[in-house]
């Protein structure tokens, strides 16, 4: 008899957590993705692709899988199945733990402009062309469509198919993380004068903010969406100490 967690991923820290885990031989670990990256990173545990039907599958999936432990380590923008984990965690009785990594934080030189949603990002960026980098998800690109007067350079991990309406538009296809230095001479190198991201928290992302402040780039930063108040933790060392205390040797 093991342990059986199911993680519901989609982020480094999941992927972190599951290799951690999956040493542990108390444990049975299964890693769901929502299937919005085509090539999804490799990973040391069973993959499990697509929706569970909304609070109520994923209910019934974990009552009839026996889960033991409902890890919700998705993205922090990813609010509605945030939503769905902790419903379902109520409707069968499954424990839950959330794995939110902190946002960043304002420092002194940053010239961050926050706003609530991508459509206001864009009305953020003004009436003159600009230059703008994008690092959003390819399914939150479609707004943009509406400032065509801006030079957009857009990197996503996967291809953006259809590219934007736009005529100007270059695309970047990448994965993290990326370092200061290397983002630093991507934004000069194409002449940058705004960035538009989230507030994604955490290192893998961090080098591009850190970039702009030392060449006084200004970040349109897309406020977090509210989650559901549920038992969390911050790391990925701390989910691990709660698991162990949560799910004793068997």
Do not use: C
């Not at 991508?118 to 009436?127: F, N, Q, T």
């Not at 736009?166 to 001479?185: I, K, S």
């Not at 509210?226 to 911050?234: C, I, N, Q, Y």
């Amino acid at each position: 008899m093991k342990h059986s967690i199911l993680i519901l991923g989609g982020t480094a820290e999941a992927r972190k957590l599951a290799e951690r885990l999956s040493g542990d031989p108390s444990y049975q670990v299964e890693l769901s993705l929502a299937g919005r990256t085509l090539v999804p990173a490799e990973h040391a545990v069973p993959l499990r692709v697509g929706g569970f039907g909304g609070a109520d599958g994923l209910a019934e999936y974990l009552r009839e899988s026996g889960i033991a432990m409902l890890v919700d380590a998705t993205h922090p923008y990813a609010a509605q199945i945030s939503a769905n984990a902790a419903a379902a965690s109520r409707l069968s009785g499954v424990p839950l733990l959330a794995l939110r990594r902190a946002p960043w934080q304002r420092q002194e030189s940053d010239r961050w402009r926050q706003v609530a949603s991508v459509v206001v990002a864009v009305s953020a960026l003004g009436e003159t062309p600009r230059r703008v980098f994008l690092t959003l998800g390819r399914q939150e690109l479609l707004p943009f469509e509406a400032a065509p007067q801006h030079d957009y350079l857009i990197r996503s991990v996967d291809p953006v198919e259809p590219p934007l309406s736009v005529p100007h538009a270059a695309y970047l296809t990448d994965r993290g993380p990326f370092e200061e230095a290397q983002e630093a001479a991507l934004l000069s190198g194409h002449g940058i004068e705004v960035i538009v991201a989230k507030n994604s928290g955490g290192p893998a992302s961090y080098g591009k903010i850190a970039a702009a402040r030392a060449l006084g780039i200004d970040v349109v930063l897309i406020q977090r969406p509210e989650l559901p108040d549920v038992d969390a933790v911050g790391s990925v060392d701390e989910m691990v100490e709660r698991l162990a205390h949560a799910l004793p040797p068997l």
